[in-house]
T-cell receptor, first 115, second 116 residues
Framework: DSGVTQTPKHLITATGQRVTLRCSPR?????VYWYQQSLDQGLQFLIQ???????AKGNILERFSAQQFPDLHSELNLSSLELGDSALYFC??????????????FGPGTRLTVL | AQTVTQSQPEMSVQEAETVTLSCTYD???????LFWYKQPPSRQMILVIR??????QNATENRFSVNFQKAAKSFSLKISDSQLGDAAMYFC?????????????FGTGTLLAVQP
């Protein structure tokens, strides 16, 4: 158990819908990262937050958005869902020592299926 | 942009034997970190080993060790005394030590099968 929690574990929804994925980082970690794992694209970085502020963006679609709350949990919002959004979405967290050998610890992932 | 390449989609090893998984990367940076993550059938991403580019000594974690060749931009993982529980997808990952982002750039993975 990495200490990172993600809910829900599985999500099945229809095209055009909107869903919210939730992540709680390890105690003391300030950074949260979101990754998408799909058969087509492999493991891709989506977005990073540090202590409530957006730090970096990767290949995140405009239909997707995220935020990190004062209690440091993070939510990834996916809207106008398409079949191609079906994937495993990981959240990871790392300690507050930016620039050092901070390791990212991954949650168990949320499997999203869009029908 | 940095890239990570894993040229072996699948590998197989006999239990108790040794196997080496290959990884190459491309970067113009001199300071960075390299990782191997394991993803078993449960889909959990588990850190196996980490290497700092400024360290010449190869990292070792129990039965897992790396061969880090900075000039060749190569970062292979050696698993000794393979166990059934080592069967998983293994991902090589790169992280820059420069800038504000610590995002990981992953390779496409190598699926390791362990034969009893």
């Amino acid at each position: 158990d990495s200490g990172v929690t993600q809910t829900p574990k599985h999500l099945i929804t229809a095209t055009g819908q909107r869903v919210t994925l939730r992540c709680s980082p390890r105690s003391g970690d300030l950074s949260v990262y979101w990754y998408q794992q799909s058969l087509d694209q492999g493991l891709q970085f989506l977005i990073q937050y540090y202590n409530g502020e957006e730090r970096a963006k990767g290949n995140i679609l405009e239909r997707f958005s995220a935020q990190q709350f004062p209690d440091l949990h993070s939510e990834l919002n996916l809207s106008s869902l398409e079949l191609g959004d079906s994937a495993l979405y990981f959240c990871a967290s790392s300690p507050p020592t930016l620039g050092s050998t901070d390791t990212q610890y991954f949650g168990p992932g949320t499997r999203l299926t869009v029908l | 942009a940095q890239t990570v390449t894993q040229s072996q989609p699948e590998m197989s090893v006999q239990e108790a034997e040794t196997v080496t998984l290959s990884c190459t990367y491309d970067t113009s940076e001199s300071d960075y970190y390299l990782f191997w993550y394991k993803q078993p059938p449960s889909r959990q991403m588990i850190l196996v080993i980490r290497q700092e580019a400024y360290k010449q000594q190869n990292a070792t974690e129990n039965r897992f060790s790396v061969n880090f060749q900075k000039a060749a931009k190569s970062f292979s993982l050696k698993i000794s005394d393979s166990q059934l529980g080592d069967a998983a997808m293994y991902f090589c990952a790169y992280r820059s030590a420069v800038g504000a982002t610590n995002k990981l750039i992953f390779g496409t993975g190598t699926l390791l099968a362990v034969q009893p």
